[in-house]
C-alpha cells in the first residue's frame, strides 16, 4: 500500500511542470573547469568538479569554467614573543562560465582559520586542512551563484 501512495505521489509531482533545481541540465562532463594553479587551486578544482556534476539548469551543450583564484594568510592573535597562536585563510575567485556564445561571470569569496598549534611541523597540516575546507566552501558558493544566475536566466 505504501508502494503504491509513493508511487502516486512521484507521479503526480512529475506532472505538475517541477523541475528540481540540482538535477536539470548535463553533467559535469559538460562543464570544462581550466587549470587553477597551486594547490589550493587542484583543491578548488576537485571541489568544483564534485558541486556541479548534477549540472546547471539550462544547459544543455558543452561549457567552460574559468577560475581565477587569491589567497590571503593573516595571522593573528599574537603571542608576547610575536608567535601567532590563529591564523585566518581568505580566499577569493573571479569566474567566468563560457556556454553557448554567452557567458556568467561573478566572484565568490570564503574564509576560514585555525589555531596554530605549537608542535613543529603541525602549523603546515593546519593551513592545508584550512585551505581544503576554504575551497570546498568556495566551490559551494560559486556552483550555488552559477545555479541562480543560470535559473534566472531563463
Do not use: H, W
Not at 568538479?49 to 595571522?75: F, V
Not at 585551505?131 to 566551490?139: S, V, Y
Request: hydrophobic residues 45%; proline residues 5%.
Amino acid at each position: 500500500m505504501k508502494q503504491l501512495v509513493l508511487a502516486f505521489l512521484v507521479l503526480s509531482l512529475s506532472a505538475c511542470g517541477f523541475t528540481p533545481l540540482y538535477a536539470t541540465g548535463g553533467g559535469s562532463g559538460d562543464i570544462a573547469i581550466t587549470k587553477i594553479e597551486g594547490r589550493a587551486g587542484q583543491a578548488l578544482r576537485k571541489a568544483l568538479s564534485q558541486e556541479l556534476a548534477p549540472g546547471l539548469p539550462g544547459l544543455d551543450g558543452p561549457a567552460t569554467l574559468d577560475i581565477t583564484l587569491r589567497e590571503q594568510i593573516g595571522r593573528l592573535a599574537l603571542r608576547p614573543d610575536e608567535s601567532a597562536t590563529r591564523t585566518d585563510i581568505v580566499v577569493s575567485a573571479n569566474y567566468v562560465l563560457a556556454y553557448e556564445g554567452d557567458g556568467i561571470s561573478g566572484r565568490s569569496t570564503a574564509e576560514t582559520s585555525f589555531l596554530v598549534p605549537d608542535a613543529p611541523f603541525a602549523d603546515i597540516a593546519a593551513q592545508i586542512d584550512a585551505t581544503d575546507r576554504a575551497m570546498n566552501i568556495l566551490a559551494r558558493r560559486i556552483a550555488d551563484d552559477l545555479r541562480i544566475k543560470m535559473a534566472n536566466a531563463q
